[in-house]
């Protein structure tokens, strides 16, 4: 069984969500159940961490992570639940400020230390139970 938890990074959220888009994250965690009761639920499931590589081409919320022009993408963006649920009237202003620290250089320098990543844990977790 697969379950993805709040995304994060060294214990914060997911640089997309925290940075640009915190309305969507926020309607996401409406919905979500914790990883740890559904681990209670499967009986005691043990959790493994699934790092996302930098080339990542399944099209899931922080696929994209060291590629952060593919969120301008309305493409892309259709394909993730996350966005595509929250709405782009939602979104839109978040992902302009992205356009925006993109064109500027800005979100370059503040994430340099990703671009040198070949993976990262942004919180997707594997849940593995004997049933």
Not at 44 to 52: D, F, K, N, S, Y
Not at 59 to 85: C, E, K, M, N, T
């Amino acid at each position: 069984m697969n379950a993805g938890a709040s995304s994060q990074e060294s214990g914060e959220r997911f640089w997309l969500v925290r940075e640009y888009l915190p309305e969507a994250a926020a309607f996401d965690d409406t919905r979500a159940v914790p990883v740890g009761r559904l681990a209670a639920l499967l009986g005691g499931a043990r959790q493994e961490t699934v790092p996302v590589p930098h080339d990542c081409t399944d099209g899931f919320a922080a696929a994209y992570w060291r590629r952060p022009h593919a969120y301008l993408d309305p493409h892309v963006r259709a394909g993730i639940s996350l966005l595509a649920q929250t709405g782009e009237d939602v979104i839109a202003p978040g992902l302009a400020r992205l356009a925006d620290d993109l064109a500027s250089g800005r979100w370059h320098a503040r994430h340099a230390g990703l671009l040198a990543l070949d993976t990262v844990d942004v919180g997707y977790r594997l849940l593995v139970a004997d049933l």
